[in-house]
């Protein structure tokens, strides 16, 4: 039997508000959960700047708003999806920074000359959809894994997982559930540590409690691994 390789990219997101640079793009569906680790606030301020970033790329064309995706967990925002050119690319990420409350826009969006065809809108959807529901089935059955705290979305075989992981055990097991799916092709990881995630919650409240607070930078690092897929 013939493997394929998987790739596992991990992205350790800045406190500073900094885009990382990324080396994938795609598209992808919005999607929220009600309850999650972060709590139910967390999740209802992450839903907010998620609509508020949509209606801003409506503004701009109702073009923009359709063939971008938004997706928000902990105040960073990704965007995925296809646009003609790398000027509206910009433009779109532009937008999401407006939004009160984001904290890192990763912009994953790709530019091709057929953006926004019916032909690339409706290539790989069905297996994408697929690859999706195949992936969060797999998390849901999986007793060891709170698969209430992740976000998986996919587009053109790419898989992009985000949310709140309670220790790198199983944050390592979603990744690899993710990567051993048939026909994926890469797997891009923006997981967080639940305490990571709770030690920002705090420097986030100490930075409100002084008019002129500054937020400290945390170093950002890309890690990339690679994983073998069945």
């Not at 009600?34 to 992450?46: H, L, Q």
């Not at 503004?59 to 999806?81: E, I, Y």
């Not at 051993?180 to 890469?186: D, I, L, M, P, R």
Request: a negative charge; proline letters at 1%.
């Amino acid at each position: 039997m013939m493997k394929n390789k998987v790739l596992i990219l991990s992205v350790s997101v800045a406190l500073s508000g900094c885009a990382l640079p990324l080396l994938l793009g795609g598209g992808a569906t919005v999607g929220t959960f009600a309850y999650r680790d972060k709590g139910v606030g967390g999740a209802i301020s992450d839903s907010e700047i998620s609509l508020k970033i949509k209606n801003k790329l409506y503004r701009h064309s109702s073009d923009l708003h359709a063939q971008v995706g938004v997706n928000v967990q902990l105040g960073d925002v990704l965007l995925t999806g296809s646009l003609k050119d790398e000027e509206l690319s910009l433009e779109a990420e532009k937008r999401a920074w407006q939004v009160v409350g984001v904290k890192s826009v990763l912009n994953n969006i790709t530019v091709t000359p057929d953006a926004g065809t019916v032909k690339k809108e409706l290539s790989s959807v069905p297996l994408d959809s697929w690859i999706t529901t195949k992936i969060k089935s797999q998390l849901f059955f999986n007793e060891t894994i709170k698969s209430l705290n992740y976000s998986i979305k996919t587009v053109d075989g790419v898989v992009y997982v985000m949310g709140v992981g309670r220790t790198q055990n199983e944050v390592d097991l979603v990744l690899k559930v993710a990567s051993e799916t048939s026909s994926v092709k890469k797997v891009v990881n923006y997981v967080r540590l639940i305490n990571q995630a709770v030690d920002e919650k705090e420097l986030e409240l100490a930075d409100h409690s002084g008019e002129n607070a500054e937020v400290e930078e945390v170093q950002e690092t890309d890690e990339v691994q690679e994983s073998e897929a069945s």
